[in-house]
Each structure stands twice: as structure tokens, then as C-alpha cells.
């Protein structure tokens, strides 16, 4: 089963640039990349969506290749509050089935 | 607009007894997701409802899993018996769109510990 990979945690200051990678290796021809944010004891919620190129929305921006193998988040300028772990989100192939797949999660940590 | 409502918050089971868990999704959103949330891992899916047909249950442990959405609104998942390695955040998320847009809403999650 393939899978998608992202760094298990990363560290960054308030007011820096942070960029996250996840590795999709399989995704469908068709599929999009999704990123999320988990807080501790919530739910995940909904960062932003991309099929190619760049998308950008008011808290991010989306970079995918033109191979769509991998994707990159950029969060500009975090804050203290952007700690938590962000996951990628995108069907991974198996028994014929595409299946929406997480990855383990980048855990994110703002330092003063 | 409402988010996606679950209960119970927390329950906490001994083994081989049963629970459920209900999901009650966004007015007008036909997709519905279940996923178990193991602590340190990403969600897994365990079910995926269109309406009230069942898209993919590929990675429901079905000997002890088993989930229902009545007239494509509410859904319940159930474990039947629960094991010590069921204990996880289980996840109800919905969707607006079809499958392969995975943008969705998540509920705040039910926290199952079986002792």
C-alpha cells in the first residue's frame, strides 16, 4: 500500500515562513491534495485544497509539481497559535480503490 | 451554519462490550466519512457513505465494525465486541462534494478507551 510521507515534526519562530512536504508517490490521475490542521482534542480542519500548480488562500499556499508526486504547505509569517500538526490528504491506491489516506502528520511547533 | 455534531463526547468501555457512536452531519452534505484516529497517527477511513449507500467500507474490520446512515442523513457506527486496541478518537466527517474532492468538515470526535 502506498503511502504518503511527511517529516514527523518541525520547529520555526513567529514571523518565519514554514514549509511542510508530503511525498504522494501513487495519487490518481484525477485526485486532489488537501491539507489539514489538527489541534489538540478537535477534529481536523480544512487548510487548503489543489489539483496543480499554486493555490493560495488567506492562511496558505499550495504548491504542487508538475508530477503531482509531492505537495508543499506554506504557512507565511506563523504565529504561536499555528502550532499543531498539519496533515496531507489524498487517494493512496489500494484493492483497486482509491482510498482518501492521511499521513502521519507534520507536528508543528511556534516558538516565541 | 452547524457544524458536524457527535456523541458521545467520551465513553469508556470494557472489553468485549459493545458502543456506538453517532454523526450528525451538515444539512445538505451527501458524503459521509467515518475514520478512527489512533493517538500519534493520521486518521484512517473506515467507511465512506453517498447519500445512504455505502462507496467504500474496504477498511471496516467487519467481524466487529459495522455502520449505518438512515435516510442519508444520521449515522451510527457500532463495535461489537470492543478490543483494547479499538481505543482511538473515532472521526465523522462531511462533504458536499463527491468523492475525490476531499474537502471536509469534521466533527470534534467520540474518545473511546476499552479497558
Known amino acids: 500500500l502506498a503511502k504518503t510521507t511527511q517529516p514527523i515534526s518541525m520547529d520555526s519562530y513567529e514571523g518565519q515562513e514554514v514549509n511542510i512536504t508530503c511525498s504522494h508517490n501513487n495519487i490518481a490521475t484525477n485526485d486532489y491534495i488537501t491539507w489539514y490542521q489538527q489541534f489538540p482534542s478537535q477534529g481536523p480542519r480544512f487548510i487548503i485544497q489543489g489539483y496543480k500548480t499554486k493555490v493560495t488562500n488567506e492562511v496558505a499556499s499550495l504548491f504542487i509539481p508538475a508530477d503531482r508526486k509531492s505537495s508543499t504547505l506554506s504557512l507565511p509569517r506563523v504565529s504561536l497559535s499555528d502550532t499543531a500538526v498539519y496533515y496531507c490528504l489524498v487517494g493512496v491506491l489500494s484493492g483497486g480503490s482509491y482510498i482518501p489516506t492521511f499521513g502521519r502528520g507534520t507536528s508543528l511547533i511556534v516558538h516565541p | 451554519e452547524a457544524g458536524v455534531a457527535q456523541s458521545p463526547r467520551y465513553k469508556i468501555i470494557e472489553k468485549r462490550q459493545s458502543v456506538a457512536f453517532w454523526c450528525n452531519p451538515i444539512?445538505?452534505?451527501?458524503?459521509l466519512y467515518w475514520y478512527q484516529q489512533i493517538l500519534g497517527q493520521g486518521p484512517k477511513l473506515l467507511i465512506q457513505?453517498?447519500?445512504?449507500?455505502?462507496?467504500?467500507d474496504s477498511q471496516l474490520p467487519k467481524d466487529r465494525f459495522s455502520a449505518e446512515r438512515l435516510k442519508g442523513v444520521d449515522s451510527t457506527l457500532k463495535i461489537q465486541p470492543a478490543k483494547l486496541e479499538d481505543s482511538a478518537v473515532y472521526l465523522c466527517?462531511?462533504?458536499?462534494?463527491?468523492?475525490?474532492?476531499?474537502?471536509?468538515?469534521f466533527g470534534s470526535g467520540t474518545r473511546l478507551t476499552v479497558v
Open positions: 466527517a462531511t462533504s458536499v462534494r463527491a468523492p475525490l474532492t476531499y474537502g471536509y468538515t
Open positions: 457513505f453517498q447519500n445512504n449507500g455505502v462507496v467504500d
Open positions: 444539512s445538505g452534505h451527501a458524503t
